[in-house]
């Protein structure tokens, strides 16, 4: 999963990552939703903590509304 995208991604990959916009991928961060490290105004993301996010969105139904992960019922 996500083998084209380098170990530690910008906010503009993890958007792309995830298939959202850039403002929905800052949200997520500044929710603490993905980890990541931020130096300065700059956020480091590990490949890893997209994709463990995108793991528990699988397992749990979730499904990204406005910057945050939301469960989906039936």
Sequence with gaps: MFADYPDIVSVEQTARMLGIGKSSAYALLQNNQIRHVKV???YII???AVIAFVSGMCCNGGQIIGGGI???TK
């Design 40 to 42: 300065g105004r700059k």
């Design 46 to 48: 590990p490949k890893q």
């Design 70 to 72: 939301h469960t989906v």
